[in-house]
């Protein structure tokens, strides 16, 4: 069965850091772009990053800019969310997603324009003092 899975996510203090991973079993992350989404109780999902599957496109919300960082590794048919300096705004479920809606130098940190094929079921991110 073709499934996303998330892991990496805990408790963190103010300024820490957290490598969140998503593996893909049953399918090729490379055929497919990654975007990573969170949701924080009672507020509204927002993207936070993707990578499109040719791997040379790459976006962040402006909020994690310059501390969150996305990556593929082949390989291991897994994408990774490098979370620096994390701020206790950032704690959310986050969620990472699969398409193949635009073409392989596109990625979207939206669902506006389509669905996303694969969600996986999130890993909490809690950041606290």
């Known amino acids: 069965q073709a499934q996303l899975v998330e892991s990496g996510g805990g408790l963190v203090q103010p300024g820490g850091s957290l490598r969140l991973s998503c593996a893909a079993s049953?399918?090729?992350?490379?055929?497919?772009?990654i975007g990573w989404f969170r949701q924080a109780p009672g507020k509204e999902r927002e993207g936070v990053a993707c990578?499109?599957?040719?791997?040379?496109?790459?976006n962040v919300l402006g909020s994690v800019k310059g501390r969150f960082t996305i990556s593929r590794d082949s390989a291991k048919n897994t994408v990774y969310l490098q979370m620096n300096n994390l701020k206790p705004e950032d704690t959310a479920v986050y969620y990472c997603?699969?398409?193949?809606?635009?073409?392989?130098?596109?990625?979207?940190?939206?669902?506006?324009?389509?669905?996303?094929?694969?969600w996986g079921k999130g890993t909490p991110v809690t950041v606290s003092s």
């Open positions: 049953g399918f090729t992350l490379d055929d497919y772009a």
């Open positions: 997603t699969a398409d193949q809606l635009g073409p392989p130098t596109s990625c979207r940190m939206s669902v506006v324009f389509g669905g996303m094929d694969y």
């Open positions: 990578i499109s599957s040719d791997g040379g496109t790459t």
